[in-house]
């Protein structure tokens, strides 16, 4: 499966991604989101969630189709956080869902064939409704301390990831305070990858971080 102009399409499956990059363009210093993810893309990264969550929906659209453009010209995939109708609007390729959006069975019957859809879960019982919802994945955290996290309650730790990771067949991606320098214990715990928002969004060097990152997944024994 390709992008329109022969670019090579990410697996949709999220076992191939090694990394999935979070927005926050309050992170990003006085640099553009857009020039955060040139970076990003730069360093290697090729999985994306756009979560810009104080951004009104027109906005939000203009956004979404400007880095969709970059992002694609790149062979790299983009979800959006929560908004099924941007989603769907700007032709992205999911939605990640949080636990005030919509149940995961209702997004998926909304979303076309193909479109994919994650799931940020704090618990084993929040992991296993994704599963059973449709998820193509969860979202597994926070695993360590991280002020973006904070409102989701303290830190679970990787002990979560051993918990969740024999009871849900999808992929387990950790989230929350993750790092180079941590990636590994995570993956040790039976995660497929990691995802991150201030480790890319509000490095000095975003390239290096990135690659930093890829290469701890690598370490790991996971695609990346």
């Known amino acids: 499966m390709a992008r329109g102009e022969g670019e090579a399409r990410l697996p949709l499956d ?8 979070i927005t926050d363009r309050h992170q990003t210093g006085r640099r553009s989101l857009d020039a955060v993810i040139a970076e990003a893309l730069a360093g290697g990264a090729r999985a994306f969630q756009l979560r810009e ?3 009104p929906a027109r906005d939000l659209c203009r956004l979404a189709e400007a880095l969709l453009a970059r992002i694609r010209a790149a062979g790299a995939l983009l979800l959006i956080n929560d908004r099924v109708d941007v989603t769907l609007g700007i032709g992205a390729d999911g939605v990640h869902l949080t636990r005030r959006s919509l149940p995961p069975a209702v997004a998926r019957a909304l979303l076309r064939p193909g ?6 879960c704090h618990s084993l019982e929040e992991a296993l409704e994704a599963a059973e919802g ?3 994945f969860v979202l597994l955290g926070p695993i360590f301390a991280t002020p973006s996290k904070a409102a989701y309650g303290p830190p679970v730790g990787p002990g979560l990831i051993r918990q969740v990771r024999p009871a849900v067949a ?9 790092t180079a320098a941590n990636a590994g214990e995570v993956l040790a715990a039976g995660a497929d990858g990691v995802a991150v928002i ?26 990346a």
């Open 170 to 178: 999808c992929p387990i991606l950790g989230v929350g305070g993750i």
């Open 115 to 120: 479109m994919l859809l994650g799931v940020s």
């Open 14 to 21: 999220p076992r191939a991604w090694g990394l999935y990059v």
């Open 198 to 223: 201030s480790a890319v969004m509000g490095a000095p060097d975003v390239v290096a971080a990135t690659r930093a990152l890829l290469t701890a997944v690598r370490r790991a024994g996971r695609p």
């Open 134 to 136: 449709g998820a193509d």
């Open 53 to 55: 969550k104080d951004l």
